[in-house]
Structures are given as structure tokens and as C-alpha cells.
T-cell receptor, first 116, second 118 residues
Framework: DSGVTQTPKHLITATGQRVTLRCSPR?????VYWYQQSLDQGLQFLIQ???????AKGNILERFSAQQFPDLHSELNLSSLELGDSALYFC???????????????FGPGTRLTVL | AQKITQTQPGMFVQEKEAVTLDCTYD???????LFWYKQPSSGEMIFLIY??????QNATEGRYSLNFQKARKSANLVISASQLGDSAMYFC???????????????FGRGTSLIVHP
């Protein structure tokens, strides 16, 4: 158990809908990262937050948005869902937010999103 | 161009033997980090080992070692004394340092599926 929690574990929804994925980092970790893992795209970094501020942005679609709250939990919002958004969404956390923080990430168990 | 290439989609190894999983990378940034992750069938991503581009020695973590050959741009993972529990997908990843216009964003290879036979 990494100490990172993600809810829900599974989510099934329809095209055009909007969903929210939630992540609670390990106690004491200030950074949260979101990743998408799909069969055709592999594992893709989406976005990083550090202590409430966006720190780095990857291949995140405009239909997706994220935020990190004062209590450091994070939410990833996916809207106007398409079939291709079906994937495993991971959250990870680390203490720091800089260059070396990627060495110290701990991943959550993931949320499996299925869009029908 | 692919930044991280894992050429072995699948590998088989006998229990207790050593196995090498290949990873080559492409970057012009002098500062970068290389990672290996393990993903068992249960789905979670487990960090295994890290190598910085300026590290003089190859990284080791228990039964895992990273064979870092900078000139060849390779970062192969060596698992010694394989165990049945090592059966999983293994991902190589790179994070560039940002000093040459790169970013901290990590990029991942497509993974290698390792099966350990008893």
C-alpha cells in the first residue's frame, strides 16, 4: 500500500458525460501528479500540482482539468467524454515538487474509467 | 521520435536466473533522470530504481540494478535471482532536466512483459 488513495476504483459512464476522479496524496506529500494509461497511448503524464499550484503540464486535453485543494487532495475532471478516454487514470504523490520529485513518486491504485 | 524505446514486448526467464530488460532513450538535455517501474497484474505502478545522468555509478536497489551506458543512451534493468512475483509489466521512463528546453515531464516506454517460470 503506497498511501495514495484514489476513488472510485472503477467508473462506467456514457459518451458526452462528465466525471470527477479524486486523489488523496500520502500524508506530508505536497505534489500530486496525474497519469493516463491506455492501450494505444501507453502511459502519459497529464499534469502536476504542487501545494495547490500547477507545476507542470503534459498531454492533457482541454476537456480535462484538474485542481489541488488546500487539504492537498486533488481532483481530475473529465468532460465531454469520448470512447477513447477509456483508460486507467493514476494519481501519484511526492514530498517535493521540483526536479528530483519524480524520483520519489508513489502511485495510487488507479481509477479504471470505461466510456460506453 | 520515440524518447524511450523498449524493444522487448515480452520476456521469459526461469526462476532464480537473472534477466535484463532493455531500454534506450533519446535526449539532447545533459541533465535527465531514468526510472524503472513495475506494474503487476493488479495494476498499481511500483517505483523500482532511479539513475541520474550525472551519477557516476550504476544504481542498485536490492535485486534490481540499472546498467547505465551513457554513450549508448541505454538504461537496462537487470533483475538478479528472478522470483515468481517478478512477473509483471516493466516500464522505463525518462525525465529531462529542462536545461536545454526540455521539461520535467516524464515520458514512458511501452513496457516489457516479464514472465518468470518456476
Amino acid at each position: 500500500d503506497s498511501g495514495v488513495t484514489q476513488t472510485p476504483k472503477h467508473l462506467i459512464t456514457a459518451t458526452g458525460q462528465r466525471v470527477t476522479l479524486r486523489c488523496s496524496p500520502r500524508s506530508g506529500d505536497l505534489s500530486v501528479y496525474w497519469y493516463q494509461q491506455s492501450l494505444d497511448q501507453g502511459l502519459q503524464f497529464l499534469i502536476q500540482y504542487y501545494n495547490g499550484e500547477e507545476r507542470a503540464k503534459g498531454n492533457i486535453l482541454e476537456r480535462f482539468s484538474a485542481q489541488q485543494f488546500p487539504d492537498l487532495h486533488s481532483e481530475l475532471n473529465l468532460s465531454s467524454l469520448e470512447l477513447g478516454d477509456s483508460a486507467l487514470y493514476f494519481c501519484a504523490s511526492s514530498v517535493g515538487g521540483g526536479l528530483r520529485s519524480y524520483n520519489e513518486q508513489f502511485f495510487g491504485p488507479g481509477t479504471r474509467l470505461t466510456v460506453l | 521520435a520515440q524518447k524511450i524505446t523498449q524493444t522487448q514486448p515480452g520476456m521469459f526467464v526461469q526462476e532464480k536466473e537473472a534477466v535484463t530488460l532493455d531500454c534506450t532513450y533519446d535526449t539532447s538535455d545533459p541533465s535527465y533522470g531514468l526510472f524503472w517501474y513495475k506494474q503487476p497484474s493488479s495494476g498499481e505502478m511500483i517505483f523500482l530504481i532511479y539513475q541520474g545522468s550525472y551519477d557516476q555509478q550504476n544504481a542498485t536497489e536490492g535485486r534490481y540494478s540499472l546498467n547505465f551506458q551513457k554513450a549508448r543512451k541505454s538504461a537496462n534493468l537487470v533483475i538478479s535471482a528472478s522470483q515468481l512475483g517478478d512477473s509483471a509489466m516493466y516500464f522505463c521512463a525518462m525525465r529531462e532536466g529542462g536545461t536545454s528546453g526540455g521539461s520535467y515531464i516524464p515520458t514512458f516506454g511501452r513496457g516489457t512483459s516479464l514472465i518468470v517460470h518456476p
